[in-house]
């Protein structure tokens, strides 16, 4: 029989040797852990990793996420088909969420719960299921393209003008798009099916955003006014501005209530914003400026919107008169500085539209057309202010010569009135004054002495006598001298 000691020793022999052994495994264990590749066994829809870094794995990945794109399949709607590869729908592999996934197989839990697994999988093996990701935008864009002509979208209600501008309106129709939720569902739960993959393509009916009911209580009928100037279309540059602005304008839908500003709408008269240099008014004067003509679309609307009877917020005459409206119906604009403005002071909607002819510029108003009352513009000069005549000193000119550098023009004090007839009772409403500047004329007078006059001396027409020497004997014969 053992003594005492004896089993002790025992005892202490198998824990130092149990002991041993968990060192050896948990170093075994850990040694494998520390090697940063995928461990033996585990493999991707039959492509195996074991033994790859997360580098290479994505490399591998990388062929396969290659093949997948390639992958052709068709899509079909009615009796139309369209065969497609995966990768033009945008579906790809997730190729750094597979990394990740083969890379922890038996690296998780406690160390011994990691050995089994790793046992396991060495010898049974382990398949890591694809995980593929769509692109919403490219599949929304490749799709599309291929039922564009298919696939009827809906079209709200709405109104147009017609050559003799009365108003239609025009019933919304439904629609259809394509339920993109479900064929992203489809393609997900196609990758791992076998052979030739055809997916149905499904449409759910969608409704218009607005509708005839909506369009009706606008209250858009007909015409409610109009106005035209004329300018000269051989002016090149001036026309462009007048057609660039007054497209601006065009199209523009104006709710009740609603304050229109010119210079908002318009926006910035710049050469960027594709505006030319023409003559425009500065101080009193005509000179090149950016945008000129764009004072011609503001009148045009001014008056337009008079004759509609719609309210005025905001509107400032030129310095000068224009020659395309009767004076005290012009409206200047100046971005950042003086503004044209209304308000849609009616129960519906208005919509402004522009027309230009053969230099012509035609404005038309569209609304309610019930109960519109006849509206007149009249204006009339109420003062007349002759221009002074100013002399300037001009050191070019001899003293006595006056050149006339700049002709006298008129200025004008003028008055405006709206007459609104109703019922055969009018109603007149005095408009914003306008005051016109007159033109000094302006007189070069010469400053600049004349040079001295130089006379030259006449020649001295008198006759000279020379004295002749006599020639051979003084005395001619007989004693006498020539007298």
């Given at each position: ?200 393509i499904a449409l759910e009916e969608v409704s218009p955003a607005h509708t005839l009911d909506e369009v009706e209580v606008m209250h858009l009928n007909g015409l409610v006014s109009q106005f035209t100037t004329r300018f000269d279309p ?145 204006s009339w000069v109420t003062e007349t202010l002759e221009p002074r005549t100013v002399y300037e000193d001009d050191p070019l000119l001899e003293v006595g010569q006056e050149i006339v550098k700049q002709k006298g023009v008129k200025g ?31 007189i070069a007078v010469g400053t600049m002495e004349a040079p001295p006059t130089v006379v030259a001396p006449l020649p001295d027409t008198s006759t000279v006598v020379t004295p002749v020497e006599p020639v051979g004997d003084p005395m ?8």
């Amino acid at each position: 029989m053992p003594s005492h000691r004896q089993i002790w020793l025992a005892v202490a022999l198998l824990f130092v040797l149990s002991a041993a052994g968990a060192f050896a495994f948990w170093g075994t264990v850990s040694a494998e852990t520390k090697e940063q590749t995928v461990f033996p066994g585990v493999s991707v829809h039959g492509v195996p990793l074991a033994g790859l870094d997360q580098d290479g794995c994505l490399d591998k990945l990388a062929e396969l996420d290659q093949q997948l794109r390639n992958t052709t399949i068709t899509l079909r709607l009615d009796d139309k088909t369209w065969p497609v590869k995966l990768g033009q729908l945008g579906v790809s592999l997730d190729i750094h969420a597979i990394t990740s996934k083969a890379y922890v197989v038996g690296r998780e839990g406690f160390i011994v719960n990691q050995w089994i697994e790793r046992r396991r999988i060495e010898q049974y093996g382990l398949q890591i299921p694809l995980q593929t990701v769509v692109s919403d935008e490219e599949l929304q864009r490749a799709v599309s393209e291929l039922t564009g002509d298919v696939v009827k979208p809906p079209k709200d209600a709405g109104f147009i003008i017609t050559e003799r501008d009365t108003v239609e309106l025009v019933p919304e129709e439904p629609g259809f798009a394509v339920d993109y939720v479900s064929l992203k569902e489809a393609l997900l739960n196609s990758i791992d099916r076998p052979g030739h993959v055809t997916i149905d393509i499904a449409l759910e009916e969608v409704s218009p955003a607005h509708t005839l009911d909506e369009v009706e209580v606008m209250h858009l009928n007909g015409l409610v006014s109009q106005f035209t100037t004329r300018f000269d279309p051989s002016l090149v540059d001036r026309s462009y501005n007048v057609a660039v602005s007054a497209k601006a304008l065009s199209n523009l839908l104006i709710a009740p209530g609603e304050v229109v500003s010119f210079n908002e709408i318009v926006g910035p008269r710049s050469q960027e914003a594709g505006y030319r240099s023409a003559l425009i008014i500065i101080e009193n004067e005509f000179q090149e400026g950016m945008g000129g003509g764009v004072c011609q679309v503001s009148t045009t609307l001014y008056n337009t919107i008079l004759l509609a009877n719609l309210e005025i917020i905001e509107r400032k005459n030129h310095s000068l008169p224009v020659a395309y409206v009767p004076i005290g119906r012009d409206a200047t604009v100046v971005y950042g500085a003086l503004d044209f403005k209304f308000r849609n002071n009616t129960d519906g909607f208005l919509y402004l539209k522009t027309e230009l002819g053969n230099g012509t510029l035609t404005i038309k108003l569209f609304g309610d057309t019930r109960n519109m009352p006849k509206v007149e513009i009249r204006s009339w000069v109420t003062e007349t202010l002759e221009p002074r005549t100013v002399y300037e000193d001009d050191p070019l000119l001899e003293v006595g010569q006056e050149i006339v550098k700049q002709k006298g023009v008129k200025g004008y004090r003028a008055r405006a009135e709206r007459w609104v007839w109703r019922d055969g009772v009018v109603e007149k409403t005095e408009l914003p004054f306008s005051f016109y500047h007159p033109q000094n004329e302006v007189i070069a007078v010469g400053t600049m002495e004349a040079p001295p006059t130089v006379v030259a001396p006449l020649p001295d027409t008198s006759t000279v006598v020379t004295p002749v020497e006599p020639v051979g004997d003084p005395m001619p014969s007989g004693g006498m001298l020539p007298f």
